[in-house]
């Protein structure tokens, strides 16, 4: 199976709240993020094609900023992928007839708030600190905002996380919005001529030796 049906097979159980494919996240991009007020949920989908090379850092980047953890993976890759996931990480299992539990995901207690922030645009991160009262929070960097994250008593995790998913939520509109502008874009120009294939020259016949 690949990920595109692996997708299909997962989107009709996520129900409630939002979610949104391909969510940048850390140094990777999570394949499925289930998003409702109350958790983050990030899935990574492992099709027969893909390879499990990039796990480490994968479940590292989902394990810093979501709730809960899914890895979905075809039988080939079960075996294999077991020894590399925490006991907290969920498993389901990809098959022709749907999406089977393997162990259900835990909840995660290793998110931390500058990872966790990194998924709003600076802008929004800073709104949320100017309304806890930190002054000056309009004129920092980001890399000024995630020590100050990183580092402060100050800031409860549980509202941070709250902030974030409310405001991953609302911006879902202008997210569909903007994939439909860009699909009608593409339907409104003409397609690509494809290039015509280079004929090989035929091979030179040899002359015969007189």
Known sequence: MNDPEIRALLYPLLTGGVYVDELPTGTTRADVVHIT?????GYEVKGDGDTLQRVANQ?????????FVTFIVTEKHLPKVLPLLPEWVGVQVATADGLRLH???????TVERAPLAALLLLEEV?????ARGLAGASTLRSREVGHYLRTTH???????A????D???ARLPERLLMRAERKAERERLPPRKKKAKRK???????????
Not at 37 to 41: G, L, Q, R, S, V
Not at 154 to 160: A, G
Not at 200 to 210: F, G, S
Request: glycine share 4%; charged share 25%; net charge positive.
């Open 200 to 210: 090989k020259p035929a091979p030179r016949k040899k002359a015969r030796a007189v």
């Open 126 to 130: 800073k709104q949320f600190l100017l």
């Open 162 to 165: 709250q902030y974030v998913r």
């Open 154 to 160: 100050t800031v409860p995790l549980s509202s941070l």
């Open 37 to 41: 007020p109350d958790f983050m949920h």
């Open 59 to 67: 479940l590292r980047c989902y394990g810093e900023v979501y709730d």
């Open 103 to 109: 162990r259900a995901a835990g909840y995660n207690a």
């Open 167 to 169: 405001r991953l939520i």
